[in-house]
């Protein structure tokens, strides 16, 4: 059994996230977290057992922060959101090629598969929190608010695939239009 190393988990993290920034998904190893790190490998194996669960604690942690930043700001709630969601196309949509990533490893790995679920499960459950903080009710009789969740979770993560895969997606007239539906949607829910 390894032995604890007094290494934090959240620098080894850190550390991971410069990697991937710096040298990108394809060349994304433990060997190469150790290097940015300045610890063995060793080291990463006693806090991590593979790149893949790197990745999904770094997802993880992005999504908690977007989160907390929604919930922590003075603006409006649909501004707030369709800021957080947009900023994680920042940094050549860094986070989504992460989440894609992921799925891609879930296809194969069960476990991955279900830790990806808790994570959409989570965002879900946060989106659905927050709309019934914007809506009395739903804007539309028989629709769920479980169910409106799990559509704005969906279409956020569909409009990454049009960014990454488009190079004339304009996402900034995206959001301004999508901002306008929401406004439309929450007088229909109020």
């Known amino acids: 059994?390894?032995?604890?190393?007094?290494?934090?988990?959240?620098y080894l993290l850190t550390a991971a996230r410069q990697s991937l920034v710096e040298k990108g998904i394809e060349k994304f190893t433990l060997k190469a977290v150790a290097e940015q790190?300045?610890?063995?490998?060793?080291?990463?194996?006693?806090?991590?057992?593979?790149?893949e669960q790197i990745i999904l604690e770094i997802v993880q942690d992005i999504c908690e922060d977007s989160w907390n930043e929604i919930l922590m700001t003075n603006q409006e709630l649909i501004?707030?959101?369709l800021l957080s969601a947009k900023s994680r196309y920042e940094n050549d949509a860094f986070y989504h090629k992460l989440f894609s990533t992921l799925i891609v490893y879930g296809f194969t790995n069960p476990t991955i598969r279900q830790q990806i679920g808790q994570i959409l499960a989570s965002e879900n459950e946060h989106l659905c929190n927050i709309l019934n903080e914007l809506w009395d009710t739903s804007p539309i009789d028989g629709v769920s608010m479980e169910t409106w969740s799990i559509f704005f979770n969906a279409l956020i993560d569909g409009?990454?695939?049009?960014?990454?895969m488009?190079?004339?997606f304009d996402v900034d007239v995206f959001y301004l239009q999508l901002e306008t539906i929401l406004q439309a949607l929450r007088r229909l829910g109020k």
């Open 166 to 168: 488009r190079d004339d």
């Open 37 to 51: 790190a300045g610890v063995t490998q060793g080291t990463i194996y006693y806090h991590f057992k593979s790149k």
């Open 79 to 81: 501004q707030s959101a």
């Open 159 to 164: 409009l990454a695939i049009q960014v990454m």
């Open 1 to 10: 059994m390894a032995k604890p190393t007094g290494i934090e988990k959240s």
